[in-house]
């Protein structure tokens, strides 16, 4: 009776092995079912772009330069998305299928600021993956990552959303918000790929690796995805709003801080106000110091960028600056960046 109840309670052995097993199963079913679900809509998208300078000086047939990764369809017509530094300078779109099938693709638009774009394929009743909303994800759930590393076609891979609302900076320079953090392993060619949940939906653009980093890798929101892909369906761009000055990130005095009552010890100065821009029609001059923009405190151009939005064009908003040591309200109207 004893050798019976050590057993039955030992974890490693009867109905705990049965568990275990169970558990696997479970975990496989759902990656092999996002796998056979998604896969079919998951593309390989090989760009050419033109050579410059020496490079391709002398050298016939050599004004072409080659580069490779991933997408995926999200409507039956054709309609692709991928990273903007798949396709950005390409002469030439080329997406083979999952089936095969290669066909020539034109670019709808791109956008550096979020790493994100479009292009479309001639086609109809394409396999195509549904999306679905990143601000529902919790951290520690199961993230699938669908691409072509280094060419090899479909491959998979699993790990769970290690963080949310990270940020990272895009190829240009301007900070992307809103980012998923998974260790679902990536490598060159996976860029442009769907990260895609259980219920084989997509929940981010795959965009970013750390190369020194082991199981840190990063994906553009899916609902960030859906607005810019929104834009540049409807306009071929995102379009943004600009004030017209350079400027420069500053640390304010404390006593500064303290005497205007400010949330942040961060602001932007402006070095040069363009001429008959936005700021120089509202009077921002060379010196101004913005500590906030339609209501919202500035800390740094991030948050000017953030804040300038598609919704702030044509209308006046509110900006607060300092100017040898007074507070200062002026109304500005930004225009589209272009």
């Known amino acids: 009776m004893l050798d019976e109840a050590n057993q039955s309670s030992n974890p490693a052995s009867g109905s705990g092995s049965l568990s275990d097993e169970a558990l696997f199963d479970a975990y496989s079913r759902a990656v092999t079912g996002v796998a056979e679900l998604v896969g079919p809509a998951v593309v390989r ?63 709808i638009g791109d956008d550096p600021d979020t790493d994100l774009a479009v292009v479309r394929v001639d086609g109809h009743k394409l396999p195509s993956v549904p999306l679905g909303e990143s601000r529902k994800l919790r951290v520690g759930q199961l993230a699938i990552a669908i691409g072509n590393p280094y060419g090899f076609q479909s491959t998979v891979t699993a790990g769970v959303v290690s963080a949310l609302g990270r940020s990272l900076r895009s190829q240009n320079g301007r ?17 442009g790929g769907p990260l895609v949940s259980s219920r084989g939906e997509v929940i ?46 500053l640390v304010l005095p404390r006593r500064m801080v303290r005497h205007h009552g400010l949330e942040r010890d961060g ?70 960046s272009r």
């Not at 900070?175 to 860029?191: C, K, R």
């Not at 899916?222 to 400027?247: E, N, P, Y």
């Open 45 to 107: 998208i090989d760009v050419g772009r033109r050579r410059r300078g020496r490079e391709a000086a002398g050298r016939a047939g050599a004004h072409e330069a080659g580069g490779s990764g991933s997408g995926f369809l999200f409507t039956p017509d054709g309609l692709i998305a991928t990273n903007s530094h798949v396709v950005s300078g390409a002469t030439e779109i080329g997406v083979t299928l999952n089936d095969g099938q290669s066909l020539q693709a034109d670019l």
């Open 204 to 249: 981010g653009v795959n965009t970013a690796i750390i190369l020194p980093a082991q199981g840190i890798c990063f994906a553009t929101a899916i609902d960030t995805a859906k607005v810019t892909i929104a834009q540049l369906l409807r306009h071929g761009r995102v379009r943004r709003a600009r004030l017209g000055i350079a400027g420069q990130n």
């Open 175 to 191: 900070l992307m918000d809103d980012v998923i953090q998974t260790d679902a392993a990536l490598n060159p060619g996976n860029s």
């Open 267 to 336: 602001a932007v100065q402006a070095a040069s106000v363009e001429r008959g821009g936005p700021a120089g029609r509202a009077g921002l001059e060379q010196g101004d110091i913005i500590i906030e923009f339609a209501g919202a405190p500035v800390a740094g151009f991030d948050d000017l960028h953030r804040l300038l939005t598609e919704e702030k064009l044509g209308a006046r908003a509110p900006v607060t600056v300092l100017r040898r040591g007074r507070r200062i309200m002026l109304e500005v109207e930004p225009e589209e």
